[in-house]
């Protein structure tokens, strides 16, 4: 039987389950991080990321009014410590200034000054930094800004600048507790806005803005999360396609992923029926072999990393059904007309 409310009492939530799956898939820790309000965990043999996380920014608590002051402080920030983040060129360099000691753990995390893609194996080395980091039970969040800088370099066309703005850290056990709270709410929101609609027609423009389009953000905000390693890409809760820069249906660790956010997740389709779930896709990689032998290992290799990821990705599964069930179920009744129109067209098509 499913829930009628969607929180971390019902099992597994979204961002555990993707650290899970990567703790499982690796046989080791990951690395948790976040970037540009964006949670990571990384391992040796890929990487995870769920589309939310804590605030960093809290100008706005600060500089409250006096008739504000007693507004409470936001825990993100009680809870955790500034670190000053400054780099020598803005836009031209991603290399940290400071004796902090902090800036050791940061540095692994800023993104290149041009704002570029990243590889698997780019990601996969902030993991082999942090291994060589005492580990300190803390998790560190950063933030970039992006700019135009016309003429960069010289020449046109070349105008992207990204440095570094804000850092922030916060015990691991603190930050989880708080992520598990914002996802909450986030589940609060969707079942506000479904049961709001309740009862209005599956066409109409208010139901229409619920998941958005392409130029413009819905009324809810789907906690969308994916698990990326050279075999496997794995998309939770909708269908995810990885954003590569050179268009093509497999990958590999060198292959690099378009701008951050690296996915773009389809939208579920008000004509059709429970269009929530986990997609995986497999890749598809090329063996190269001198010899039946060398060909023989290389499959064997690819095969048996394949099926330990996949029962890796079962167990996740398997935890966030009731997610699933849920929100399939908020959209299977507020788009009832829709799914019934669609499914009399098919009908007499097909007769």
Not at 78 to 91: H, N
Not at 313 to 339: C, Q
């Amino acid at each position: 039987m499913v829930k009628d409310t969607l929180d971390s009492s019902s099992g597994s939530q979204v961002y555990s389950a993707v650290i899970d799956t990567v703790r499982r898939i690796s046989g080791q820790e990951p690395v948790i991080f976040q970037r540009d309000g964006r949670v990571i965990a990384t391992s040796s043999a890929g990487f995870g990321m769920v589309n939310y996380g804590l605030p960093t920014d809290f100008r706005d608590w600060e500089g409250r009014q006096d008739w504000e002051k007693d507004k409470p402080e936001p825990e993100a920030r009680k809870y955790s410590r500034p670190v000053t983040l400054e780099v020598a060129s803005p836009g031209r360099s991603s290399t940290l200034q400071g004796s902090d000691s902090e800036l050791r753990y940061f540095q692994p995390l800023i993104i290149n000054p041009d704002g570029g893609g990243i590889t698997l194996a780019e990601i996969g080395n902030v993991t082999k930094a942090y291994s060589e980091l005492p580990a300190d039970g803390q998790v560190r969040m950063v933030d970039h800004s992006s700019w135009y800088h016309s003429h960069k370099y010289g020449y046109a066309a070349d105008g992207t600048s990204v440095a570094p703005t804000v850092g922030r850290v916060m015990p691991i056990d603190k930050f989880l507790e708080l992520l598990g709270n914002t996802e909450d709410s986030i589940f609060a929101n969707i079942e506000e806005q479904f049961g709001r609609l309740k009862g209005v027609d599956g066409r109409s423009p208010e139901s229409i803005r619920v998941y958005g389009d392409y130029c413009n953000f819905g009324s809810v905000h789907l906690p969308d999360a994916f698990v990326l390693t050279p075999n496997v890409f794995v998309s939770f809760l909708r269908n995810g396609t990885p954003n590569m820069r050179e268009k093509s249906n497999n990958w590999s660790r060198n292959t690099e992923l378009g701008t951050f956010p690296y996915v773009n997740f389809d939208l579920p389709d008000s004509f059709k029926t429970d269009p929530f779930g986990t997609a995986v896709t497999i890749n598809s990689q090329r063996i190269s072999a001198r010899d039946a032998k060398s060909y023989r290992a290389e499959q064997g290799r690819i095969l048996e990393e394949t099926a330990k990821e996949l029962e890796a990705v079962e167990a996740t599964v398997k935890g966030i059904e009731p997610i699933i069930a849920r929100l399939n179920a908020f959209h299977n009744e507020l788009f009832s007309s829709n799914i019934d129109f669609s499914k009399r067209l098919r009908e007499r098509v097909e007769a």
